[in-house]
């Protein structure tokens, strides 16, 4: 138990450091990078004299050293300025579209673990037949085919030609946010407020984004537990299974899957990133008001303090979701330890 | 050790005409990779012979016209032929998947030879540095470079190549730090060698080998990233010819239902990442099983 604690404090102590970094690449990135904000939002005709001002205010005329400082405090504080073109906190415009992707992704990943584990084992218990070829066939052409490709495909066929399911936003024109929201996260305030109306069509404008995003990703995770699954089922313990006559989808679907799965866990830290970057093409082609679209809409305003933020608050979910994972990993398995 | 590229190419392909049978499906996947790879540089290198009006001829028909007769992909809104389209734009995403991935190679394997090799502090904070773009998901970062540097062929081509340099550097970061404790480098030292002779002529031509495959399956997500920046509008001018602009102009067609408009772009980002993903994985499982966990 002791070992763990240590495990976990050295885990969180090394979390710093790449937060850290990638805070100071977004810094170098966003205000090195040639062409100052100020005269960007402004316009190239704005008066040098308002430039200057505007700047004064901003504080861009210090040192960038003096900058820097102020910028890693001002995200220690959790304070991430004011949006330069709307009079609103950047922390309120994010806390307003967080759980948009929150519930977007979460639902997407469903999709891919239940995709993606169940045809990797089925690979893997058919190994070099046509199944699993087929299996792994799928895997290649899915993790090639773009987010918003799929998307678009998706909703031709189903928005469209079949004009079963609604191709945009998070609700339907008869149903009104206001009456229900409360936590953001439209699933869970519809059932809060027991309006099962609503909670349908919530769900319903749901289906395609999360499914287009839970198809691109599950290439990855039949691979994954595809592999995992290869090195499974050639151990001892498999074979002693086997040997008292347990049924065979038994073993493969409960020993095998069972043990196959804890690498699967901490395969999914690192896919977080991909979830991410794949979270930001649904929200645009779906027009899912989220994380995402929030980023583009602010980079065509050339909105400088919400890009800086919006990015620094998916570098910290991506930071806390490994971290987060590798604890864990190492509770289920005590092997893991620095 | 006499080892080069072309003669590691040469020892992977003699044996891979002759058992093909024996390694069956990742054979296929190879050659359907490499076939598709090629088709599509012959269509980029001669657009003139396959695309039969100019791509940006806004004089061409009658506009919106389905896929069919002198148009064999249909009209866009501005008259303009679709395949034409296609074919021309397929120069702009190839030149810049393959100098992105050039690029990001060329960083990521130099960083990792130094830091592998020479260790130290310098090499701790490289790693901690590289470890952290890693995680980091490389689409944001490449809309976040892509959105600084403003529209631009080569801007585009640099916030894409940005995100993989930790891809290159952490393998051959790694695979320097086992090579750099082998004997030969131990009696290369012994007979006098400098740093420089034991990195270019005894750890660069062993680390090579296993970047090829990396290379080419890098191809295919910089192909993907490419065209994303551009169906999100950030990365190129409208004058020049690209299938991720095209897509993103399809989209505003798409409740009108011309489907030809997205259908056609999106297929061909799929099948050219496709095709090097293919010619990846083929390489992979033939020259070395245990590279990718199967």
């Not at chain 1, 929030?294 to 570098?315: C, H, K, M, S, W």
């Not at chain 2, 976040?144 to 952490?170: D, E, Q, S």
């Amino acid at each position: 138990m002791r070992n763990l604690t240590r495990y976990i404090i050295t885990r969180v102590l090394l979390t710093i450091p790449m937060v850290l970094i990638l805070l100071s690449i977004l810094f170098v990135v966003l205000r090195l990078t040639p062409g100052d904000p100020v005269s960007a939002m402004l316009g190239g005709h704005a008066p040098e004299r308002v430039i200057e001002q505007k700047k004064e205010e901003l504080g861009l005329n210090r040192p960038m050293v003096i900058q820097y400082l102020d910028y890693l405090w001002q995200v220690c504080r959790l304070d991430l300025g004011e949006s330069m073109v709307f009079k609103q906190r950047v922390t309120t415009a994010i806390a307003e579209k967080l759980p948009a992707t929150i519930e977007l992704t979460f639902f997407g990943l469903i999709i891919t673990l239940f995709l993606g584990v169940f045809m990797g084992a089925y690979a893997a218990d058919r190994r070099r037949q046509i199944q699993d070829s087929a299996i792994r066939l799928y895997g290649i052409v899915v993790y090639c085919i773009p987010v918003y490709w799929m998307g678009l495909m998706l909703q031709l066929t189903f928005g469209i030609w079949l004009d079963i399911l609604p191709i945009a936003g998070r609700t339907g024109p008869r149903v009104f946010a206001s009456t229900f929201e409360k936590t953001g996260f439209y699933i869970l305030d519809t059932i809060l407020v027991r309006d099962f109306s609503a909670l349908g069509d919530v769900m319903i404008h749901l289906i395609l984004p999360s499914f287009t995003l839970g198809l691109v990703l599950s290439g990855i995770f039949v691979r994954l537990t595809r592999a995992n699954m290869l090195d499974v089922l050639r151990a001892d313990y498999i074979i002693a299974a086997e040997a008292r006559g347990i049924r065979h989808r038994k073993i493969v679907y409960k020993h095998a899957l069972k043990n196959a799965f804890i690498p699967i866990l901490t395969m999914m830290g690192l896919q977080v990133a991909l979830l991410m970057a794949g979270a930001v093409l649904t929200e645009t082609t779906f027009s899912w008001p989220g994380m995402g679209r929030l980023l583009l809409e602010r980079i065509y305003l050339r909105d400088y303090p919400t890009i800086q933020g919006t990015i620094i608050v998916f570098a910290l979910i991506v930071a806390s979701v490994s971290l987060i994972v590798d604890i864990i990993y190492a509770i289920v398995d005590p092997r893991i330890r620095y | 050790m006499r080892f080069s590229p072309a003669n590691a190419m040469a020892r992977g392909l003699s044996p891979l005409m002759r058992m093909g049978k024996k390694y069956g499906l990742e054979w296929w996947i190879l050659l359907i990779g490499a076939v598709i790879i090629l088709a599509i540089i012959i269509m980029a290198i001669f657009p003139g012979a396959f695309a039969p009006f100019n791509p940006h001829d806004q004089n061409t028909g009658p506009q919106l016209l389905p896929p069919g007769g002198s148009h064999l992909m249909g009209t866009d809104n501005l008259h303009r032929d679709v395949w034409s389209r296609i074919v021309y734009g397929s120069q702009t995403i190839m030149r810049i998947a393959i100098l992105a991935a050039i690029l990001s190679s060329f960083s990521g394997i130099s960083l990792g030879l130094i830091s592998g090799f020479s260790g130290g502090i310098l090499d701790r904070i490289l790693s901690l540095i590289m470890d952290s773009v890693y995680v980091f998901p490389g689409l944001i970062l490449a809309i976040a470079f892509a959105a600084m540097f403003g529209p631009g062929v080569f801007n585009i081509t640099l916030a894409v190549a940005v995100i993989y340099i930790p891809t290159y550097f952490r393998l051959v970061r790694g695979q320097t730090l086992s090579i750099k404790e082998e004997l030969y480098v131990e009696a290369a030292r012994s007979i006098g060698a400098s740093n420089f002779t034991i990195l270019w002529k005894y750890i660069f031509p062993n680390v090579i080998a296993t970047t090829v495959v990396v290379f080419t399956l890098n191809v295919a997500d910089a192909i993907m990233i490419e065209a994303a920046l551009t169906y999100l509008g950030l990365g190129l001018p409208p004058s020049i010819v690209d299938w991720g602009m095209d897509l993103a102009m399809g989209k505003k067609f798409l409740p009108s239902g011309q489907w030809w408009l997205i259908t056609f772009p999106g297929a061909m980002i799929s099948i050219l990442a496709l095709g090097f993903t293919m010619l990846g994985e083929g390489l992979a499982e033939i020259l070395n099983p245990r590279l990718l966990e199967r």
